[in-house]
């Protein structure tokens, strides 16, 4: 059975079509939806109770209640919402810092996982032995309550 010239152009057209769409996929009103990971994480102050995360282009900084920490690589969460990156965390303890004291950090974990692009919950886990730190809720926008320590 042979298959008529234009049922075979109109079939390598369709496929063309597919294959153009790099990964994506067409939502319903015509933008295009990436399929295997969503945009970064919003950038700017991420706030919570006892905890504040200002994102960058290219990591981030936080700040806790009685620590502080840096966020080395970009926040790019993958289709459900899910982060893992690199940073460190500084324990923090109260009263004033002796002249040329060293801030030593910890490597670190921060894992996230992104509601609706507003909200993130950030758990914070030492990488040489998998203990978490602490786990704290953030919404993009919104300002930190944090205590520090005394």
């Not at 004033?96 to 894992?111: L, T």
Request: hydrophobic share 30%.
């Amino acid at each position: 059975m042979k298959i008529p010239k234009l049922m075979t152009a109109v079939f390598v057209l369709q496929i063309i079509t597919v294959l153009g769409q790099d990964g994506a996929c067409q939502h319903k009103d015509n933008t295009t939806m990436p399929t295997t990971k969503t945009e970064r994480t919003q950038t700017g102050t991420w706030g919570g109770q006892g905890a504040r995360l200002d994102v960058t282009e290219g990591g981030g900084t936080v700040e806790f209640d009685c620590a502080h920490g840096t966020i080395s690589e970009p926040l790019v969460p993958d289709e459900n919402g899910h982060f893992e990156v690199r940073g460190t965390y500084v324990r923090e303890r109260g009263g004033p810092v002796r002249i040329g004291a060293e801030e030593k950090g910890q490597p670190v974990i921060y894992i996230g996982d992104l509601s609706d692009q507003k909200l993130l919950t950030l758990t914070i886990k030492l990488a040489d032995s998998n203990d978490v730190v602490a786990t704290y809720t953030v919404t993009h926008g919104k300002n930190a309550r944090l205590r520090k320590c005394l």
